[in-house]
Structures are given as C-alpha cells and as structure tokens.
C-alpha cells in the first residue's frame, strides 16, 4: 500500500489536483494564479501539512515546467526585441546594484565576507518564467515594457552567470580573468549560434518538411521534433552554464514565424503541456520553502533582505528603463519585473550552501526571499500597473503619452 503513494501516478495526480486548488484559491482572492499555485504549494508542503515535500520527482517536473513556459513565451517574441541596447543597459545595471546591496545588507548584519559576497549574487538573479507568465496572463506579451522586460532577462542570465563563476573563484582564491572571459564567449556564443541555426536552418527545414506527404501522414511529427529540439537547447544552455530556459525560450523564438500547413500546431501543442507542467513548477515553488526553519535570529535579516531585493532591482532595472525611452509606469513594470528571484536565486543558495560557503541560516533566508520576491510582482502587477490607461509608443519604441 505505501509503494501505491509513493508511484509516479499517484503522486503526478496529486500535485494536479493541489495545482487545481491553487486555480480556486486564486480565483477567491482574485489575484493572478501563480500566486494561488505557490499559496498552495505552501500550504501542502512542509510549511504547514506537509503532504508533499520537494523530492526529485516534484524537483524534475518543475524543471520542465519552467522549460516548456519560456519555449511558450519564446513564441511572442523575435531576437530583435532582445537585442535592443536599452535592454542591455537595463540589464547590466540591474546586476549591479543589486549586488552592492545584498553584499551591503549582509555586511551590516554581521556575516563573515564570503557569505556576504554570496548574498549578493544571488539578489543579482531573475527569474523570467514568474514574470513571463503573469504578462501572459494578462494578456500583456507584446508591450514595451514586456519586451523589455524579457530581453533584459535573456541578458541578465548571463551576467549573473558570470557573477556566479566570478564569486566563486573570489571566495575560492582563484580569480581568473581567462576563466572569466571563456565562461564569457561560451554564453554568448551559445546564444548566437543557437539562434542562428534555429532561424535560418531548423525553422526553413520545418517548411519544407511540412510539404512532404509524410507529415500529411503523421502531422505529429513537426511538433515532436520541435519539442525535442525544445529540450536540447535548454540541455545546451546548461551545458555552457546557463539557465535551461534560457535555451528553451531561444527554441520558441526561432520557430516564432514558421508557417505550417499540414502539420499540428507548435504553439498550441506546447500550451496544453505548458498547462500541465507550469502548474506543477509554481506548485514547487511553494513546496521547497520550509517556514519552520525561519528562526527569530534571521526573521529581521529575511525582511530587510527582500526589502532591498525589490528595490535595488526597481532602482537598477527601473532607472536605465526610463532613460532608455519607456514612460515612468513602464518603468516600474520593468523594475518589479525583473523583482522575483523564484527558482534562479534558489539555485545560486543552494551551490553556496553545498560549497561550504553560506550557512544554513543565510540559505534559508535566501529561499524565502526569494519566494516572497516571486509573489509581490503578480500581486501588484494585477493591482495597480495594469489598471487605467497605459503609455503609448512611436514605431521606433519612445514614449508619447505616459499612463496613469
């Protein structure tokens, strides 16, 4: 009878029906549904009834819950609006300035300098998938603030990432300038070749192969084959040190303008998967963080540090926003956009916590803070941003009218 519970069945039917109560929560309380996905997810984990714990079952199925939502989301955009230089700026500031103020934050509380260094690479985080989902909901995708929004996190990927090797080599005294600048090339290069060979080798073949009397045939096969090579790109960006969803939202844009006739739809074949398997990863959010472990020692430090998170992001992302050309409600779209540090900055916890390099007090504090940082951007996206009148923009992507 236990093997029953713990079988794969059983415990995929579980979180789908958990992932159903976050849709009724959510609807109660009228907020965006990652937000009653995650409350959920709190609820049954260990936080409070303990019914689900993060095992590595839930851990898989969240991971490609995130890598068929950016490949989803990759389907709304063009690698022109990621390579726009406002989006380069609004990254590499909002790197910046976050650092300095977790580093700053940890300092001012007392921690030895690794951990502090550590503390600052993970408030330089974002995770697009929290943000990503939300405009999709809201049926926001294709504004300014979106697009800016998205690009600058494809970028800040690679910042962080190179923060990352960086911190590491710092508090492991072996700083490299070489090392840097090959973890440099290889993310870059990643991202080039892999946008490349999608628009102008894989995307044209798709055509093509749409024509056949085989895909008549098996209409099927197109969008199988543009799954797998979904899965690919996000297990190449891993391979180079990147996040797998950022090679997943890659494989979307390169399939944005395919045109198939015969064949199933890609777009839509991947929505009904990123139903299923999205939930579960907002779920899972909610499932790792374990309120228990907040002790009164870090409960002043967690508050303080999701306090700077969000503001040093709406500072360093808001600020080159704004002067890049969007109106100010925009720009803080932007800078509560790039906010939630959701599975990214978790991630970065737990490599300093198995490194030695944080302890398990920071760790925590860093989990729930990026928990709490996840669930404030839908909250008040919903709530204030997108109420009333909304900035309008010349072809070229400046400002004309601002909103209210």
Known sequence: MESLFTSPEFQMSLLLFVALGGY??????????VIGLILVGLLVGPSVLGWIT??????SLAHLGAVILLFVIGFEFNMKDILHPRNFAIAAIGVIVPWIGGWWLAVLFGFDSASAIFVGTACTATSIAITANVLKELGKLQTEAAKA?????????ILALLVLAISMDV????????????VTVKAIAFIVIAA????????????????????RKYPEFIFIFAMMLAFLYAMLAELVGLSAIVGAFIAGVSFKDVELHQSHSLKEGAEYLQIIFASIFFVSLGIIADLHQVTPEIILFLVALTLVAIITKVIGCGIPAKLGGLCGKDSLIVGFGMAPRGEVAMIVALIGLEAGIIG??????????????TIITPIVYRNWFYKGEYCTYDDKGACITEGR
């Open 54 to 59: 993060y095992t590595d079952f839930v851990r």
């Open 196 to 215: 490349a060979f999608g628009l102008l080798v894989v995307s044209k073949f798709l055509v093509r192969l749409d024509a056949t009397s085989f895909v």
């Open 360 to 373: 398990q007090g920071v760790y925590v504090a860093l989990v729930l803070m990026s928990l709490l940082t």
């Open 149 to 157: 929004i998205i690009g600058a996190a494809v970028i800040d990927d």
């Open 24 to 33: 009724l929560i959510a609807s109660r309380i009228n907020q965006s549904a």
């Open 171 to 182: 508090v492991g005294g072996s700083f490299s300038y070489l090392g840097i600048a090959v």
